[in-house]
């Protein structure tokens, strides 16, 4: 649209970890700007702004160091998604978790953040309908320990409780979107919605095991979210789009690929 603007395409905001460690929510930040949002910010402590910032152009950078000031920063309800958890450390996220979710925003919790949430007292009680919860297979069996238990049980009479069925249980008791990551991809909504995105046979792209991976999906979702789509459909397409960034660019991939392959994907897409 000719009066689109940056804000219209929305405001994401990624939580960083400590030093060393500010890594992975760049990646995570650089996904989001790359597949669309308007604008994307690193909600960083004081202790890493330099480290940040001398890592970043386009990405821009707000100091948040306790829940406190991200409840403050929050008060701009032009941010519109947030995404906690890569590299940000469990107990960290344990203290943020409630501010987060409390906030009501579209919502990626990843990597720390699922074992925070796992480990709290409250579990999914403060989840929201906004919130995608994107699990590997550890961090599922931390989550959800007795759907695992079913799913890695062996099979003695058909049908099988398979993936599918594991991963639309989950969604039910957590209340949103879950997407349990694998080659075989799953997603699922509360009322039953499910989809897979299977990078397999012709569409494999094993190289996507590479560390940080995981953390440009999260970014992926939270951008598209960001941009006002659904949470199950930011989950089915950012998991659709990173499969086919990493195919795009092939073996040697690192993660740092894979936002910068996307303009291709989109080239290739007549976007």
Request: hydrophobic share 45%; glycine share 10%; with cysteine.
């Amino acid at each position: 649209m000719s009066s689109a603007h940056k804000y219209t395409h929305g405001h994401a905001l990624i939580l960083t970890g400590l030093s060393g460690k500010t890594g992975a929510a760049r990646l995570a930040a650089r996904a989001a700007l790359r597949v669309g949002a308007g604008l994307v910010s690193l909600g960083t402590p004081h202790e890493v702004v330099t480290e940040v910032a001398a890592q970043i152009t386009a990405l821009m950078l707000t100091e948040i160091d306790t829940p406190e000031l991200l409840t403050r920063v929050l008060a701009d309800d032009r941010l519109n998604a947030l995404c906690i958890g890569p590299g940000f450390g469990v107990e960290r996220a344990g203290a943020f978790l409630p501010s987060v979710l409390a906030a009501k925003r579209a919502t990626v919790l990843d990597a720390d953040a699922l074992t925070a949430l796992a480990q709290s007292e409250t579990q999914f009680e403060a989840l929201h309908d906004k919130c995608v919860l994107t699990p590997h297979a550890g961090e599922f069996k931390r989550l959800f320990p007795d759907i695992a238990e079913k799913l890695d049980a062996p099979a003695t009479k058909g049908p099988a409780y398979s993936k599918v069925d594991a991963t639309r249980e989950a969604a039910k008791r957590a209340g949103c979107v879950v997407l349990f990551k694998g080659p075989d991809t799953v997603i699922a909504s509360p009322a039953g919605r499910c989809s897979i995105n299977a990078a397999v046979y012709d569409r494999a792209a094993p190289w996507l095991a590479t560390a940080g991976s995981g953390d440009v999906l999260a970014g992926l979702i939270t951008g598209l979210m960001a941009r006002g789509v659904a949470p199950h459909d930011a989950a089915e397409t950012g998991a659709w789009l990173h499969v086919e960034a990493a195919r795009s660019f092939g073996p040697g991939l690192i993660a740092e690929d894979l936002p910068e392959e996307l303009p291709k994907v989109f080239r290739n897409l007549g976007l």
